[in-house]
C-alpha cells in the first residue's frame, strides 16, 4: 500500500467542491481550562454526513470507474463510513448496502434507514462485520469501499490536515481519534510531511487498543476481545498496509475508559453546544482526563471527529 503528499493534495482538489471547509475553532470563554496549551478544534461534526468520513468517501468515489458502481456499493461500518458511503452512493445515483455491527448506535442506525439505504446487523465488532460485506461484493459483484485499508479512503482523510495546516502552521501537536487506523494514517503522512516536528498524538478505548498493542509488538495484532462499546473504534486488528504506513509517523498514543469519552461527549455539548459522538468526543476526554501532557504556550488541535447524540441529556 503506497501514499504519498501528492496523493493527499491531489485528493483535496479532487473532492472540494462536494466536501465542506469545516471550522478551526479556539477552544476559549469556558468554565475552566482544557490545558496549559492553547486548543484549537476542528469542527469535523460539521461536515457532510456527520464526519470526516465524508472525505475518503467522496474521493474513493471520484476515484472508481462509473462502470464499476453499477451494482452498487458496499461496506462494513461501525456508523461514520456508512453515514459517508451512502451520501457518495447518492452522489453516483447507485444502491448503498451497509453491513454494521450489533454494537451500532441506534440513532445512527435509524438514520442510514431513514435516507434509503439496505442496511444488515451482523456480527459483534467490525471485523466480524467486514467478512460479510466481503461475501457481499463477491456474489453481487457491488463496488467495495473500505473504511480505511484503501489508498484513496486515506487520501480523503488526510486533506483535513491539510486544512489544519492552512489556519495554523504553528502548531505543535494534535489529537486524533483511531478506529481502523485510516484517518491517523492520512493525517499524519501529511503532518509529517509538511511538519516534521508535530507531534502527532493517538487516541484508543482500553477495550480495544489495536494500535497501541501493534507497536508495542513491532507487528500488526488482534485484540482476542474487544469490549469497548464504541463502534467507531471498535476494530480489532488494522490492516499490515495502514499500519506500515503509520507506525513511524504516530508519537504516543494514549488509552480512553469509555466513560471518559462519554463525560467528554457531554461536556462538549453543556460547553460549547457541540453534537459529537463518543469518537468525537475522544480528544477532549484525553485532556480532560491530565492523558496528555502539554506545556504553556504550545499549540494544540483536537479534531472533533464526529457528531453524535450521546452528550445530549434525554
Known sequence: MKLELKDITDARQRIAPLIRRTPLMEATALSEPLSEAQVWLKLECLQASGSFKARGATNKLLCTP?????????????????????????????????FVPENVAPYKL???????????????????TNNHAL?????????????????????GQGTLAL????????????????????????????????????????IEPTGCPTFHASIT????????????KVATMACGRTDDGVFALSRDLIDEI?????????????????????????????A???????????KEGEQLCALVCGAGTEGIPG
Open 66 to 98: 462509473r462502470d464499476a458502481l453499477a451494482n452498487g456499493i458496499v461496506t462494513a461500518s461501525g456508523g461514520n463510513h456508512a453515514l459517508a458511503t451512502v451520501r457518495a452512493a447518492s452522489l453516483a445515483d447507485v444502491k448503498a448496502t451497509i
Open 110 to 128: 435509524q438514520r442510514l434507514r431513514a435516507i434509503g439505504a439496505t442496511v444488515e446487523v451482523v456480527g459483534s465488532v467490525w471485523n466480524e
Open 135 to 155: 461475501a457481499f461484493a463477491e456474489t453481487t459483484g457491488a463496488a467495495y469501499f473500505h473504511p480505511f485499508a484503501d489508498s484513496a479512503v486515506m487520501a
Open 163 to 202: 486544512e489544519i495546516l492552512d489556519e495554523r502552521p504553528d502548531l505543535d501537536a494534535i489529537l486524533i481519534a483511531i478506529g481502523g487506523g485510516g484517518l491517523i494514517t492520512g493525517m499524519s503522512v501529511a503532518l509529517k510531511a509538511l511538519k516534521p516536528s508535530i507531534r502527532i498524538i493517538g
Open 217 to 228: 509488538a513491532g507487528e500488526v495484532v488482534s485484540i482476542p476481545q474487544v469490549t469497548t
Open 254 to 282: 494514549v488509552l480512553l475508559e469509555d466513560a471518559e469519552m462519554e463525560e467528554g461527549a457531554k461536556w462538549l455539548w453543556s460547553e460549547l453546544g457541540l453534537a459529537a459522538d463518543l469518537s468525537g468526543a475522544a
Open 284 to 294: 477532549i476526554a484525553a485532556m480532560r482526563g491530565g492523558h496528555v501532557s502539554l
